[in-house]
């Protein structure tokens, strides 16, 4: 007779090769687990960040003490607000900006030479989470340089955007003609060393593009490199502060 251990083996075969007992994938398993712990790690409850509106049908359905995802710029109904008063609901904000952007709106504008330019950029800073205020041109018909300058140096000097971006064909005349503008310091550049050094040690608010100097993918470095950098020693705010200074005197009549 088999003594007892070889009989369990026998058993534990047999059930192993039985219809519908075959051995799990490992594979498989390790898929679920990971998708159990997806849903575990999960912050919300229903993510609704597509949204810049929210309603009182959006927010129906959830549990008392809900959390959902909405969007950076959300707005609410005032029925949406009031449920989610009653449910004590949780909104956490979806932030689309890419991580080291320094700014969250931009003013950009453009002269015919820089259009196109600009209508490629206005894509990469929508596509990097940014607010974009366009004040033109829209066409490649011809135009001045200066007035487009001007009205994107306004909007950064009345503080309607954080900061701001001109493009004609060099780049130089629309730096001359933002930095008309009270409390503007624009920075033509052509390299991305030169547009964070505009930042860090001048304080610039405002980047001077020259669409025929860089490529595409040469301005969209320099862009993220503005961006991404600020003026922080003390040293170079004391510079910046005499460059003000100059402009108060000859602005004020002294």
Known sequence: MADRNEIKRLVREALEKAPGKASP??????????????????????????????????????????????????????????????KQLSLVKKDTRTPGLRVKSI????????????????SFLT???????DF??????????????????????????EAGIVID???????MAANKVPGIHAAACYTTALARNSREHNGAN????????????ELKEIVHAFLSTEISEPRHKKRVAKIDAIERQYRDGR
């Open 25 to 86: 994938s490992p594979g498989v398993e390790h898929l679920k687990v990971n998708s159990i712990r997806k849903d575990v790690e999960k912050k919300w409850d229903r993510d609704e960040s597509s949204k810049r509106l929210l309603t009182e049908s959006d927010l129906k359905g959830l549990p008392f003490k809900a959390t959902i995802r909405v969007a950076e710029d959300v707005q609410l109904t005032p029925l949406a607000k009031d449920l989610v008063a009653d």
């Open 107 to 122: 003013a950009i504008g453009c002269d015919h030479g820089g259009f196109e330019t600009k209508e490629a950029l206005k």
């Open 127 to 133: 596509g990097n989470g940014l607010k974009v205020r």
């Open 136 to 161: 033109g041109t829209d066409s490649k018909d011809a135009v001045d340089y200066p007035d487009y300058a001007h009205a994107v140096a306004r909007a950064v000097s009345e503080r309607v955007a």
């Open 169 to 175: 064909g060099a780049g130089i005349g629309s730096a």
């Open 206 to 217: 405002v980047l001077s593009l020259g669409s025929g100097q860089n490529s595409l993918a």
